[in-house]
């Protein structure tokens, strides 16, 4: 009686240790338990492309997590196996799986579940006799304070999907046979008549089958027995402070799928937008409608007359943070129209692979301040008589003849036309 207790202690000890051994689904892909079914596939597109045996050639442990990771992604993306799995855990998911007959394992090989994401026969590209889709490119405006401060942003586009419906196959019943007109082959051979007892033979591509050797008698509806379906994806966009227009990001594998080919990569090109006030501008700074070269800063500010002449003028500019960059003149000091100031390091924040480091100390370029000077272009009679009052006094005093310095004559010379 004694040995089958102990016997029975150390089963459950077995079985404890086996289920402790299995990590948690929701530690495996990194997300919380409240993950939406958005999260749970970004959260599988990223690991699996991570950790893809093709990727980590000899690695057994990344192959392991690759395998960890396609079980974690099956059981949280199916809602009836998810809650199951919420409420029992590994052991009751298990318990679940076998009894609808999947023999306690995975629904999928994770090379096909991988295949279904990215096309490929489920390798990673790059590999011998493995072909490679077409990289997409596309660009997305943004706007100017973003580029200065950073931004995670969203864009969609109309993207090429494998069809979930029926996995890529075509078939609404999974059913897809070889096709009888080329055998298989995805060519036919044609011969024609070329003279009396003189044949071409021509290679052309199946038109049954479009090239692919497989037939189809059920096409699913939702691809129509393309296989693929394109429809808008959206797709986060993290834009780095200080990041050059026009910089381009490549989200690997991300372009079009299809069952043929493993996805290229998608390539997004950043432009810059022109400023919106309305939907760019919220607080209504002046930094928006700065101008950038490279990581300087360029803008106009305009002064009256008064303003240059005499000084005593200062101006708040509010930054595209939020921060106030001081201008002005003391009394008595001129301003030269079009004069260019420089205002050192409140230029670009200057890009930096390791901005994001808290021991990286973030570098600025300039901002450059051009001074237009605006002059009345009328006067009341009173204003006009004091002013030329003024003028004539102190022109005699210590002006400038402009007109005599120059050297020029007096008087244009005359030409005597005969």
């Known amino acids: 009686m004694l040995h089958r207790g102990a016997a029975l202690l150390l089963l459950l000890l077995c079985i404890a240790s086996v289920v402790l051994a299995a990590r948690d689904y929701y530690a495996v892909l990194g997300i919380g338990k409240q993950a939406s079914d958005k999260e749970i596939k970004s959260a599988y597109r990223k690991l699996s492309k991570k950790y893809h045996p093709d990727k980590n050639p000899g690695d057994e442990t990344a192959k392991d997590k690759f395998v960890e990771v396609s079980d974690a992604y099956e059981a949280l993306i199916d809602p009836e196996q998810r809650s199951i799995y919420d409420r029992y855990g590994h052991e009751g998911l298990k318990q679940h799986q076998t009894n609808k007959g999947a023999g306690g394992g995975r629904h999928h090989d994770p090379f096909d579940l991988f295949a279904s994401f990215f096309g490929g026969g489920g390798h990673y590209g790059h590999q011998p006799g493995v072909r490679m889709g077409p990289d997409v490119n596309v660009r997305v405006g943004i706007s100017l304070r973003d580029f200065y401060n950073g931004a995670t942003t969203e864009f969609r586009w109309e993207k090429q999907h494998i069809c979930e419906a029926c996995e890529g196959t075509g078939s609404a019943d999974g059913v897809v046979e070889t096709c009888p007109h080329c055998h298989g082959h995805g060519i036919r051979l044609i011969k024609k008549q070329i003279a009396p007892g003189m044949f071409q033979q021509l290679q052309t591509t199946c038109d049954a089958c479009g090239g692919r050797g497989k037939a189809i008698r059920h096409k699913c509806p939702a691809c129509r027995g393309e296989r693929v379906v394109r429809k808008a994806t959206t797709v986060t966009l993290k834009v780095d402070r200080g990041a050059a227009r026009d910089a381009q990001l490549v989200y690997e594998n991300e372009a079009d799928e299809s069952p043929d080919w493993v996805a290229g990569n998608l390539v997004v090109t950043l432009s810059e937008k022109d400023p919106d ?120 005093q210590v002006g400038v003849d402009l007109h005599q310095d120059s050297g020029r004559p007096e008087k244009p010379p005359v030409r005597d036309e005969l």
Do not use: I
Request: proline share 5%; net charge negative; glycine share 8%.
């Open 277 to 396: 006030n309305d939907n760019d501008n919220p607080d209504r700074v002046d930094g928006v409608f700065f101008r950038r070269r490279g990581d300087d800063l360029f803008w106009t500010e305009l002064l009256s007359l008064r303003e240059a002449w005499m000084g005593d003028w200062s101006r708040n500019l509010t930054h595209m943070d939020g921060h106030v960059v001081r201008l002005g003149r003391p009394r008595g000091e001129v301003v030269q129209p079009n004069h260019v100031e420089t205002v050192v390091g409140e230029g670009m924040p200057k890009w930096h692979q390791d901005n994001d480091s808290p021991y990286h100390e973030m570098e600025f370029g300039n901002l450059y301040v051009q001074y237009v000077v605006v002059l009345p272009d009328q006067m009341e009679a009173g204003m006009e008589k004091d002013f030329w009052s003024m003028w004539q006094k102190w022109r005699k």
